[in-house]
């Protein structure tokens, strides 16, 4: 079986792996108080223009997640979220679970508007029962969406602005960064530094064996942060482990890199599908394709080639998701490439 229906389905780049064998056998100080943290730190921030900023490791994402929306609500605040995002869809309830709850908007193609922020903050506030409901107090996007989908530098522009505005905090999953950061240079780090509260960049899912850093560019709003990331079982003993990956990633624009190369797999696989006549669901520009297939081609590839279900259009056709990573063997798209010119289908 050929692997298709997600980005981390190999170990790790070549680079990260080398990073930890000759960093295996020396002794450095646990939970992140070591001298590779320290240098992933200064990478990251110095890449964010934000030197001041703080930066913490985790395992991954639906750690890191739960962790930073516990430690920025109140006790009776919720976190809206497009429904569509990751938070709502795919993470068990672990949000709910800290006693928070997701407060899901209607999205288009992943994303959610300036305008749909303030009107469910306004709805909420402007009810005169209001203090008998969850009260929103953070927004949460994920760049990209989880169609693949890239909120622009206007788009955001106007999130942060009416975050700020109403008092909310903006916080952006980033699990798939480097993916955003290769198809759009008008949205850097430095652009997500100065325009949330807190992001992440995804190792996982970017060509580390695992790992997410948080960024916090004003550490002072998050006080005694690491408290909230012990508690929440997320300070790793060997955190030296974390630190190596992502000096690795971070260093002579590697990270950008591979979201490239990445990229660039999944816009020819989309060029193959479409010259075949088949649709996508959306149009991205990332590592992520969601072709609709006819449930007939859909069922034969399914013999080859494994891929991500993800929603019926009609009774005859289904969009799927196909992504490709980091690490993804060229011979995989080859064999991918070759079987659509045998196997299309007319609809």
């Known amino acids: 079986m050929t692997r298709f229906e997600c980005d981390y389905l190999e170990g790790a780049h070549p680079a990260v792996l080398e990073a930890l064998m000759q960093t295996n056998a020396e002794q450095t100080a646990g939970y992140g108080e070591d001298a590779y943290c320290a240098k992933a730190r200064t990478l990251i921030a110095a890449q964010c223009a934000c030197p001041d900023a703080d930066v913490h490791f985790f395992m ?72 008998h409901m969850v009260r929103p107090g953070m927004v949460y996007l994920s760049q990209p969406t989880e169609l693949g989908t890239l909120y622009t530098r206007e788009e955001l522009a106007a999130l942060r602005a009416v975050t700020a505005e109403l008092g909310l905090t903006l916080y952006i999953d980033g699990a798939r960064l480097a993916y955003a950061l290769a198809a759009d240079a008008q949205v850097d780090l430095a652009f997500l530094a100065a325009h949330c509260d807190a992001f992440t960049l995804g190792g996982t899912k970017c060509g580390a064996l695992f790992g997410e850093a948080l960024v916090l560019p004003k550490p002072e709003r998050w006080p005694h942060f690491r408290y909230h990331i012990k508690q929440r079982g997320a300070l790793l003993a060997k955190g030296r482990l974390l630190g190596v990956q992502f000096a ?34 959306c149009d991205t520009k990332t590592n992520q394709i969601f072709p609709v297939l006819p449930n007939t081609l859909m069922h034969k590839l399914a013999e080859r080639f494994s891929f991500a279900h993800w929603c019926k259009v009609d009774t005859r056709r289904t969009a799927v998701r196909f992504c490709t990573g980091v690490t993804t ?18 609809e």
């Not at 990229?263 to 006549?277: D, M, P, R, S, V």
């Not at 070759?338 to 289908?345: C, G, P, R, V």
């Open 329 to 346: 063997p060229k011979e995989n798209l080859d064999a991918l490439i070759a079987a659509l010119a045998i196997l299309n289908l007319p």
């Open 60 to 131: 991954g994402g639906t750690q890191v997640n739960l962790t930073v929306i516990a430690a920025a609500l109140r006790p009776f605040e919720g976190v809206l979220s497009a429904d569509t995002g990751h938070i709502n869809v795919h993470e068990t309830g672990a949000v709910e679970a800290t006693g928070h709850k997701v407060l899901a908007l209607p999205a288009t193609d992943g994303k959610l508007s300036a305008a749909q922020v303030r009107e469910a903050y306004l709805a909420h506030v402007e009810d005169g029962t209001h203090e």
């Open 248 to 281: 690795a990633l971070m260093e002579n624009g590697r990270y950008r890199a591979l979201g490239e190369a990445a990229n660039a797999q999944a816009q020819l696989l989309k060029a193959t599908f479409l010259a075949h006549g088949i649709p996508m669901l």
